[in-house]
């Protein structure tokens, strides 16, 4: 794996972490001025404000996650595409019962500028039984 693999693999792990410590502004820092994603949601389009709304106001937090079977692939310098396996357990805001763990099959992909890393693209797919090994 080439070196700057660890630096993205660390930059999602720290993405995730945000999530979990309800830390916006560190997630927002990692992503740029409009960003994609695909979930059982849908598929959104978003900048800064739209995501300190999700991640502040949203139904669903994140209270821990795993990520596994990290696999990154650099289509040239200045882009990275992330693929992993994530076991997260996510709970209803502000609510003490109904946590759930969820097995999900993950993408992220993050550009390179004058700023650093940035994600610019996440897809969030739930994994079958038949597709684990």
């Known amino acids: 794996m080439r070196p700057q693999a660890n630096t993205i693999i660390d930059l ?15 997630a927002l820092a990692m992503l740029c001025d409009t960003s994609l994603m695909v ?8 900048g800064h404000e739209e995501y300190r ?11 821990s996650y795993q990520l596994s079977d990290l ?17 997260q357990t996510v709970a209803p805001r502000g609510k003490s019962d109904g946590a759930m763990t969820q097995e999900m099959n ?8 004058a700023r650093g890393w940035k994600c ?7 994994a079958s039984e038949a597709a684990k090994h």
């Open 12 to 26: 999602e792990t720290k993405f995730w972490q945000s999530m979990v410590d309800n830390d916006t502004d560190t």
């Open 39 to 46: 979930s059982s949601h849908g598929a959104m389009k978003f």
């Open 53 to 63: 709304r999700m991640a502040e106001k949203g139904s669903m937090v994140v209270k």
């Open 71 to 87: 696999q990154v692939v650099f289509p040239n310098d200045n882009t990275a595409v992330l693929t992993y396996h994530a076991s």
């Open 106 to 113: 993950d993408t992220s992909t993050w550009v390179k500028d």
């Open 120 to 126: 610019v693209m996440h897809t969030e797919t739930p």
